[in-house]
């Protein structure tokens, strides 16, 4: 596609499910990122994957939270035993990317999955 | 590690008028920056970036200016139209592999 997908774009779920929302990146785009937005907030920054080097998992708020990306396109947000303060709205977003001492370039954004726990 | 703040985060502006949206960043190891505009229910969009070896980068009717003195970053819009009506963020990032860290946003209202 011409932009990132992300599916589903709504997602309600009980607590203590799991979730997984998915993300496709621009074809060719390095680069790719997650993040989490809570209503009227800012984009908190979750996981990051450059090529084929380690993810920056440093935004993980808890061990309830991993993503993967398989052959370095699709990625996989996973949610596990969601909670209330889990509800917000993911975004994922990739880039050309830059590598050590590149510059980061422009992110692309996919227009969210908005998750609700009830 | 870097963080962003916005110096106010709602706007208003009569239409026509210019706008300007401010922004702090702590780390003064971080080249580049990044505005981004955000419409109810979509994702943000790419407005405008500028790197640390310049102090003003202009586009169509945006312009940014860095400080790197202060740690300040500013969005410039002329002629604010109804459409420009939206949730601005300013992110600041390092080379490599560093992700972008945002800032909480400034709402901006057009008023007609």
């Known amino acids: ?118 | 590690g870097e963080s962003v703040g916005l110096h106010l985060p709602t706007l208003s502006v009569q239409e026509g008028d210019n706008s300007i949206i401010n922004c702090a960043y702590s780390n003064s190891a971080s080249d580049y920056f990044i505005w981004y505009k955000q419409e109810s229910g979509k994702g943000p969009q790419f407005i405008i970036d500028i790197r640390s070896n310049m102090d003003k980068r202009q586009g169509q009717r945006v312009t940014v200016l860095l400080n790197k003195t202060v740690k300040h970053l500013s969005l410039q819009i002329a002629a604010t139209q109804p459409g420009d009506s939206a949730v601005y963020f300013c992110a600041a990032g390092g080379a490599g592999n560093t992700p972008l860290v945002f800032g909480k946003g400034t709402r901006l209202s057009v008023i007609a």
């Open chain 1, 1 to 118: 596609g011409a932009g990132v997908s992300q599916s589903p774009s709504n997602k309600v779920t009980e607590k203590g499910k799991d979730v997984e929302l998915r993300c496709d990146p621009i074809s060719g785009h390095t680069a790719l990122y997650w993040y989490r937005q809570s209503l009227g907030q800012g984009l908190e920054f979750l996981i990051y994957f450059q090529g084929n080097s380690a993810p920056d998992k440093s935004g993980l708020p808890s061990d309830r939270f991993s993503a993967e990306r398989t052959g370095g396109s699709v990625s996989t947000l996973t949610i596990q035993r969601t909670q209330q303060e889990d509800s917000a709205v993911y975004l994922c977003a990739s880039s050309l990317g830059g590598g050590a001492g590149g510059p980061i370039g422009e992110l692309f954004f996919g227009e969210g999955s908005r998750l609700t726990v009830l």
